[in-house]
């Protein structure tokens, strides 16, 4: 006998948080959400692994407005934290509890760098229930008084494999360091490494291990192609023009190692014909969100990239992933894909 295939219902979410689930369009939960989000509501530490693309955000955004729905955050004291490795996912979560949290008087607000302080400055006076943010604004904003730590309740740490990668773990642990013993933490990671479950260690209790993929494991319905090119720079990027004439490419994300061969490829493609742009940590915030929304509308057909592009973006509609270099590690090249 065939098992029923689990529904939002069957999960123990609110009637206004499943009114807004399926104003969303969501009809079944994915096995991340499935696993996660019952035991999200029973108050457990969990640490969660899945691919990018998976539904991990939804697996703690929904459950987490669900715990706030009771009560009200005092001033400039957020009573739920949101770490995120970069401006972009920041955003993205936004976005999704704005969407989730419709029927909620619940309030959100968003600290990335690239982004006008003062006005981040603002929507704390707003008093909101959660902070999403990236960990270098959140640090300035604590240390210049302009919100207080103390009375978070839950804090989350998103793509924790990237924050290692990229640096933030120092910064991740000062803000640790700050928040009450007493709180519930969700960790979630497309890989979990050895340097992850020690983190684990360090900021969860006794905390539940939700994992829908092994460690740098690749989706099944990704097919794959290895081409050798020669080192010559310009010879290597004719190689990648007869890869992208010979695909019927529709849209295409071309990750580069570093920032400065990300320009020369881009200029290299336009020059050919290609309708290319660019997208790295360098970039103003206003432009990389620009770009962004170009690439997700369909207006640029080539995103020439490094890996900030490549962890936990909803990006839909790419047909072809290039690696024009080699990825440093397994586990970017899992995200990338």
């Given at each position: 006998?065939?098992?029923?295939?689990?529904?939002?219902?069957?999960?123990?979410?609110?009637?206004?948080?499943?009114?807004?689930?399926?104003?969303?369009?969501?009809?079944?939960?994915?096995?991340?959400?499935?696993?996660?989000?019952?035991?999200?509501?029973?108050?457990?530490?969990?640490?969660?692994?899945?691919?990018?693309?998976?539904?991990?955000?939804?697996?703690?955004?929904?459950?987490?407005?669900?715990?706030?729905?009771?009560?009200?955050?005092?001033?400039?004291?957020?009573?739920?934290?949101i770490l995120s490795p970069?401006?972009?996912?920041?955003?993205?979560?936004?976005?999704?509890?704005?969407?989730?949290?419709?029927?909620?008087?619940?309030?959100?607000?968003?600290?990335?760098?690239?982004?006008?302080?003062?006005d981040q400055e603002r929507s704390l006076l707003k008093n909101p229930d959660v902070v999403i943010a990236t960990p270098g604004r959140l640090l300035d904003m604590f240390e210049r008084g302009k919100l207080m730590l103390g009375g978070?309740?839950?804090?989350?740490?998103?793509?924790?494999?990237?924050?290692?990668?990229?640096?933030?773990?120092?910064?991740?642990?000062?803000?640790?360091?700050?928040?009450p013993r007493i709180r519930q933490t969700l960790l979630f990671s497309a890989t979990m490494g050895a340097e992850?479950?020690?983190?684990?260690?360090?900021?969860?209790?006794?905390?539940k291990e939700v994992s829908v993929a092994p460690p740098a494991s690749i989706a099944q319905t990704v097919k794959h192609m290895m081409v050798s090119a020669p080192k010559s720079p310009k010879e290597k990027r004719a190689v990648l023009r007869r890869?992208?004439?010979?695909?019927?490419?529709?849209?295409?994300?071309?990750?580069?190692?570093?920032?400065?061969?990300?320009?020369i490829l881009c200029d290299s493609l336009r020059r050919h014909g290609f309708d290319s742009?660019?997208?790295?940590?360098n970039m103003s915030q206003h432009k990389r969100t620009e770009t962004l929304s170009l690439y997700k509308t369909g207006k640029i057909k080539f995103l020439v990239c490094s890996d900030v592009a490549g962890r936990g973006l909803d990006i839909e509609g790419v047909s072809h992933?290039?690696?024009?270099?080699?990825?440093?590690?397994a586990e970017s090249y899992v995200h990338r894909i």
């Open positions: 006998m065939t098992e029923r295939r689990k529904n939002f219902e069957d999960l123990g979410l609110s009637p206004k948080l499943l009114k807004a689930v399926n104003g969303a369009g969501y009809k079944f939960p994915t096995p991340i959400q499935e696993k996660s989000i019952p035991l999200v509501l029973m108050g457990r530490d969990l640490m969660g692994c899945a691919q990018t693309g998976t539904g991990k955000t939804a697996s703690f955004s929904l459950p987490v407005i669900d715990i706030l729905s009771e009560g009200r955050a005092r001033a400039r004291m957020p009573r739920a934290l970069t401006r972009e996912l920041a955003q993205q979560i936004s976005d999704n509890f704005t969407s989730y949290s419709k029927f909620n008087d619940l309030g959100h607000a968003v600290l990335i760098g690239g982004e006008s302080m003062p978070i309740k839950i804090l989350v740490i998103d793509e924790a494999d990237r924050m290692l990668d990229m640096g933030f773990i120092p910064d991740v642990q000062r803000i640790v360091a700050s928040l992850i479950r020690e983190l684990a260690n360090a900021f969860l209790i006794n905390p890869l992208i004439g010979n695909e019927d490419v529709k849209s295409a994300l071309v990750f580069c190692n570093r920032k400065k061969d990300i320009s742009d660019e997208l790295h940590g992933v290039f690696n024009f270099d080699i990825p440093n590690n």
